[in-house]
């Protein structure tokens, strides 16, 4: 049976490895809603909010290693946008980042031609994917899976503790406390003598 303090300690390792459970559930949801570049399965937002002059980042699941590894030269890949609801389209001009970048999903960045909701696209891409529009929504998958993470590591480190700590069953027999009965069967030859 555990001490106090051990069950108790036992009793929250459990109650961390269930936050962990809940909040890996809650980030899987949440991931198959946003539309972020960094989010599995995501599909690009249609359109999305710039305001003009100020600089955005192109993005594309996987970055632009994933398309060196498809052959696609990052500096090919052409863009155009279109003011929603004003109709006309134009080329978007971009500053591609170079294969040394350490970014993981921007392939490059550019200054907004227009204020207002926008509809990008772009040529060899899946989709266009402005992660920092004015109007991208926040990131609660980012914040679930590092809450889960840290849930499990805590649990999992308390649980070990305890199982680390749990007193060894010892049998006693007659007077020697906390021997097994091995280690008294052994006493007890050596006081009789071999020829006993």
Avoid: W
Avoid at 19 to 35: D, M, T
Avoid at 43 to 57: C, F, I, N, P
Avoid at 116 to 132: K, P
């Amino acid at each position: 049976m555990l001490p106090r303090a051990s069950a108790g300690a036992a009793a929250l390792a459990v109650l961390l490895l269930a936050l962990g459970v809940v909040f890996a559930l809650l980030y899987h949801a949440k991931n198959n809603e946003e539309h972020h570049s960094f989010n599995a399965g995501a599909r690009a937002a249609y359109s999305v909010h710039l305001t003009k002059g100020k600089q955005y980042e192109l993005s594309t699941p996987g970055g632009v290693k994933r398309l060196d590894s498809e052959g696609i030269v990052v500096g090919s890949v052409g863009c155009t946008y279109s003011p929603v609801g004003s109709g006309g389209s134009g080329p978007l001009t971009l500053a591609f980042l170079g294969a040394d970048t350490r970014t993981v999903h921007a392939i490059a960045t550019f200054q907004s031609p227009v204020t207002g909701r926008v509809h990008i696209q772009c040529t060899q891409l899946g989709g266009a994917y402005i992660d920092d529009a004015d109007d991208a929504p926040g990131d609660p998958a980012g914040l679930f899976i590092l809450l889960a993470t840290c849930a499990f590591t805590a649990g999992a480190a308390l649980g070990l503790s305890v199982l680390y700590r749990r007193p060894r069953r010892e049998h006693t027999n007659g007077g020697g406390h906390g021997r097994s009965d091995q280690d008294q069967g052994y006493q007890n030859l050596l006081a009789r003598g071999p020829y006993d």
